[in-house]
Structure formats: C-alpha cells, structure tokens
C-alpha cells in the first residue's frame, strides 16, 4: 500500500468503507492524486458488534483488500489498515483518528455511509478532532434520502407499490410512454410458482469465482482470527471485483432471469441457488450499480429473451423493494432499530447458530445459511423470519443474527426488511399486514419436498406430530387476535379463529408455550 508524501500538506482525506467499493463514487468527485489520498481500515468491531459469520467477513475483507489494490495501480495515495496490523485499534473511530495525527488532513470526504452507527461514529470523530467532513450523496441509489423523505411527506400510508411506481415513472423504468410496459404494472399473478412433485430440473449454475491469491490470504486470516465465528469458508466463490460483478450479472440475464419470475418464490431442499440472482452481495459492495442492473434486465426483456413477468418481479426488487427499505431505515433511525408494535421478548434459539432442529425446512435453510452466507428471499422471509415472528423472538435479537450471517446484510437494507416485513415490529409501517403462515405454505410452496421425511405434520395444529410452525400460527393468531382484526388484509385469517372451540384454542396454547419453553 502507498502513503501520502508526508513533506506535502493534504488536502482531502477521502473515507471509504468496506461497501464503497466504486471508483465514480461520489467521494472521489474533485479527487487530485498530488493533495488528497484515500483511507481504508479493516477492524475487528465490524465483525464483532454482531458476531459475523466467517463467509461475511471474508466478503468484506477480500473486496476490500481487491479494490484497495485497484488505487494503488492508479498511484493514488492509499492509507490502509489490515486487521492483522500490530498497530490497528480495533474501530473506525480510532483508526481514523490515527491516521489524521499520522497525515494531518484540511478536510475529509465521505460518500454516506449504510449504516447508522458508522456515520455517527465517523461524524463524531470527525467533530472530535475539529476536521470538516464533506457528507456527499451515495449515487448507487435512484433516489436521495431526502427524495423519499418528499415521497412521504403528507401520506397516511407508506406503501411501497406507491412509490415504486412513482419511482418506475420518474426514471422511465419499464415505461411505454407514460403508461406502465405490458399494460400494468404487477405481473405477480404470473409469477411465484410453486415446483411440482418433480423438483426444479436443471438449474444453470450460478458465477462463482475461484479465490486468487489475495482472497486466499484474507480466507486464512478469517480462519485463524475468528474461528469461533459461524460458518464456512469451504464454498466462498463470490464476485470480490468489479469485473466479476458484471461477469455474474451476465450470466444471471442470460441463463436465469427468463425462469426467475415463475419461480421466485419456489423451494426446494438442499438447493441453495435456483434461479435467483445472487447479485445483492455485489450492488450492496457498490461492485455494481442499481440503474445498470436494471437496465440489463429491461433491455433483455425489450430484446425478447425474458418474459416481462421475470424483468418486472426482478426490476421490483431493485427498484422497488431496495430503494424502500433505504427511505425507511435513513428517516427513521436511530428510533427504527428498538421497534417492537407486538412486545416480542422471546430470545433467539440458540440453535440458529448451528441448525440443529427437527424442523426439516427450518434445518434446511439454516444450515444453508451457515454453510453459503446465503438464503433466498423466500427462505429468509417465510422459514427463517417466519418462525422468528411466530415463535415471538426479540426484533432486535433476530435482525443481528441476520445482519451477523448474510454475505449481503448491510443495516440499511438489512434491518427495515427484517423489522418491519419480517417481524412487523414497526407495527406496519413499512408492511401492510404481517407475513404469517402456517406449516402448510411451506408445504405448498416446496410440493411438500421440505416436510417429506420430517416428523412434524404441517396440517397437524395440536398434538404430538403437529407441526411447530402450525401450531404458532394459531397460537399467534389467537395472542394477537384484536390487532389482527382491525387490519383489513386478515380478515379471512381471523375469521378461522371462529371455527375453533374452548379446548382446542387451550390445547393450541399449552403446545405453543410448550414449544417456546423448549427453545
């Protein structure tokens, strides 16, 4: 790594962090190699503030180290931390305030950071040492924080169909004129197949890249440093560099994407890929853009080689759902991280750590998750936030394990989907009804693949075989039978309640307590 030339007064310190991995981001408008330089730390608080799985910090760390060495053949001044440096301090704050008594910049310069509690470390660090620190505008993003802060202005509601059409409009996205390509917006009803009996046939494999010898040595410090952290490194072959991101987003819209709409919400036991896009690691490093992601999938779409179902369901994360959860988490934090609208207090299993229940799908992802730092969006959302929700885990508790494990969690995206869709914690801010479900959307959505061979019966919602995601969900239903009624996407949900007798709504009860006790 190189230094700044200590006999020249520095102009610009720019910060970047471990997910600011572009070299148009905004922090380095107005760059002069001659008076500024870049600085870069790897720490130990950023896998150790929630206890990162070993595939996360690999991903971070190997990224990181590829792009610092991107600056270095530019012959841009680097200032650059390793965590195996005898010196290092253990935090950004205190690495930042060792490198500017080392470098003794004017100024700072930093694109906004995706997590809350970084910006207010480095803001009050930066304050500390009397340093003005340029905050720019992160352009990964369609929309500015204060864009969405104008889009709710004034709304009783905050749903995100509004604004992604809002935002489809705005930006010309899937757009024939002004009315929606296709002649509707939503092509759901298309979409969200479950597999038969027979499975998913032949899937094309995903990108994967082998590790070189840079991410070699950062997979062995992981091993060494944190080898009491979850997870594993066996399979790590993710896109750590630019060109691998675009290398896998090719290879995504010409082998996946037709498929991905029909079957985005399938599962299917022991595969951990299908037909999904594994592409949320590489936007969320900023290894790609969001607006060339979804103009990959548009124009596949006008050039006939996806169905508009597939570019519309894929286009509606992007631009949707990412954007979304964005506005929610930066005009609602710090407050937004405490929610708890359902006074959830149960901790989590231990055994979300290892996987090790006799709930096969639960099991399955689980074990997945540990194993890859992976899990599709339906996994995430309906088996393992699912379980979380009806098992009434702490929010706060379930959102750090996911922040902790997912090769992709940075809090921005990570903690609005994970409070408010997954656990309604923010008590339908951001999510229109809570996402619950019985054993039997899961046996539906798997063609009963993730139940065959598992003790527990998903029709069974008492009783010895009844299966423990049946079994809460009534249990939930019941606990939370007042605030459900008033909510009018359950109404049908709660009008089931009626069909069940005194000692069948007891015996619901004492299984669930049971099953809460056990955990």
Request: proline fraction near 5%.
């Amino acid at each position: 790594m190189t230094t700044p030339d200590p006999a020249q007064p520095l102009r610009h310190l720019v910060l970047v962090l471990g997910d600011q991995l572009d070299l148009h981001a905004s922090a380095f408008d107005g760059f002069d190699p001659a008076q500024d330089a870049v600085w870069m730390a790897e720490v130990a608080e950023e896998s150790t503030h929630v206890w990162s799985s070993q595939p996360r910090i690999a991903l971070f760390l190997a990224a990181m180290r590829h792009f610092a060495a991107e600056l270095t053949a530019r012959g841009w001044a680097l200032h650059y931390t390793r965590l195996d440096d005898p010196a290092n301090t253990g935090s950004l704050a205190t690495e930042l305030r060792r490198a500017v008594q080392a470098l003794r910049p004017a100024g700072l310069v930093l694109t906004a950071p995706g997590d809350w509690r970084v910006l207010h470390a480095l803001q009050s660090e930066a304050k500390a040492l009397g340093l003005p620190l340029d905050l720019r505008d992160d352009r990964h993003f369609y929309a500015t924080v204060r864009d969405f802060a104008a889009h709710a202005r004034g709304r009783k509601q905050l749903r995100m169909e509004h604004f992604y059409r809002a935002m489809r409009q705005q930006h010309g996205v899937l757009m024939d004129g002004d009315q929606p390509a296709g002649g509707q917006w939503n092509f759901d009803a298309d979409n969200r197949e479950a597999f038969g009996k027979d499975g998913p046939g032949a899937v094309p494999e995903p990108a994967r890249f082998a590790p070189d010898a840079i991410t070699r040595e950062v997979l062995a410090l992981v091993q060494q440093r944190f080898a009491s952290h979850p997870g594993s490194l066996d399979d790590f072959a993710w896109p750590i560099t630019r060109a691998q991101a675009l290398a896998a987003l090719d290879r995504f819209v010409r082998e996946r994407l037709p498929q991905f709409g029909r079957w985005q919400d399938a599962l299917w036991p022991g595969q951990a890929w299908l037909w999904h896009a594994h592409l949320s690691a590489a936007l969320n490093l900023k290894l790609l853009t969001a607006r060339e992601v979804v103009a990959a999938a548009e124009a596949a779409w006008r050039a006939g080689a996806v169905p508009i179902a597939s570019a519309e369901g894929f286009i509606r994360q992007i631009l949707g759902w990412r954007e979304y959860v964005r506005g929610i988490y930066w005009t609602r934090m710090p407050e937004y991280a405490q929610s708890n609208a359902l006074d959830a207090h149960a901790p989590l299993p231990a055994w979300f750590w290892s996987g090790d229940t006799d709930m096969a799908c639960l099991r399955d992802a689980l074990t997945q998750t540990l194993r890859t730092g992976y899990a599709h969006h339906i996994q995430r959302l309906m088996i393992v936030g699912l379980y979380a929700l009806l098992l009434g885990v702490e929010p706060r508790g379930i959102s750090d394990w996911f922040l902790a494990v997912y090769v992709d969690a940075v809090e921005w995206v990570e903690l609005p989907n994970v409070i408010g869709m997954s656990q309604f914690a923010d008590g339908g801010l951001m999510a229109s009804k809570p996402y619950i479900a019985s054993g039997k959307y899961i046996a539906r959505m798997s063609a009963g693949s993730l139940c065959r061979g598992c003790r527990f019966d998903p029709a069974q919602r008492t009783g010895e075989r009844a299966c423990p995601y049946t079994v809460l969900y009534w249990d939930f239903l019941l606990h939370h039978e007042a605030l459900l009624a008033a909510n009018p996407r359950m109404g049908m949900q709660v009008k089931n309640l009626a069909r069940l007798g005194a000692d069948e709504r007891a015996r619901i009860q004492s299984q669930a307590q049971a099953i809460r006790e056990a955990a």
